[in-house]
């Protein structure tokens, strides 16, 4: 799994926020049309966000994620939409693999 990450970082975001969608059931977290696309971009952003904060023992860089290394979309002004989330805090099993190596 931490491989096939290492390999798709620059679009984890993208998917996390399609998965998110799906588990939720929601049908306007999707890439099909002008009406869905801001929505999931929104989520993106906002997993990215998160990510972002996130740090990485086993990087060079302080970060799982950064901005600068992911795929990102520049919309028209009338279609950005911004989501706000919050990350709950990491359990022992999430933390042993964060560290693992």
């Known amino acids: ?3 096939a990450y290492e390999e798709y970082r620059s679009v984890a975001h993208l998917w996390a926020a399609l998965v998110h969608g799906g588990q939720h059931e929601r049908k306007d977290i999707w890439p099909g049309s002008v009406a869905t696309l801001p929505i999931l971009l929104s989520y993106a952003d906002a997993i990215l966000d998160i990510a972002s904060r996130l740090p990485n023992p086993h990087r060079d860089r302080r970060f799982v994620l950064t901005p600068s290394e992911v795929w990102s979309f520049i919309l028209p002004h009338k279609l950005v939409v911004h989501r ?3 990350a709950l805090p990491l359990n022992k099993e999430q933390l042993r693999i964060l560290n693992e190596q």
Do not use: S
Request: aromatic residues 0%; negative net charge; glycine residues 0%.
């Open 84 to 86: 706000t989330l919050e």
């Open 1 to 3: 799994m931490l491989a």
